[in-house]
């Protein structure tokens, strides 16, 4: 019974920079790692970044790593990607997810923001 909200999404230029924010309720003490995943048009839905909450480890996907940041904040239970050098191939809907187990497949998702980002 957790509900995830995305927000921050929209249209930007290519070079330019974009925050996006997710933020968890209902049954958040479960929660054991959060993370953005992406699909873009004729793609598979793919893997961006993530946090763990037990030690705030993080992994990025090696398309992104070095120009997105993911951050969290268990208190306030919102993490966010922070988007920078942004490229036309980032053009995706952005997905925040959750997933309530340690080692178990993501369980939760949000409803998705759309990226745009134009040459």
């Known amino acids: 019974q957790v509900q995830l909200v995305e927000s921050g999404g929209g249209l930007v230029e290519a070079g330019g920079s974009l925050r996006l924010s997710c933020a968890a309720s209902?049954?958040?003490?479960?929660?054991?790692?959060m993370g953005w995943f992406r699909q873009a048009p004729g793609k598979g839905r793919e893997f961006v970044a993530a946090?763990?909450?037990?030690?705030?480890?993080?992994d990025y996907a090696d398309s992104v790593k070095g120009r997105f940041t993911v951050s969290g904040d268990s208190v306030k239970n919102t993490i966010a990607l922070q988007m920078t050098s942004l490229k036309p191939e980032d053009t995706a809907v952005y997905y925040c997810?959750?997933?309530?187990?340690?080692?178990?497949?993501?369980?939760?998702w949000g409803q998705g923001t759309q990226v745009t980002v134009s040459s």
């Open positions: 209902g049954r958040t003490f479960s929660v054991r790692r």
């Open positions: 997810a959750a997933g309530t187990r340690i080692a178990g497949p993501y369980n939760v």
């Open positions: 946090i763990r909450w037990s030690d705030s480890s993080t």
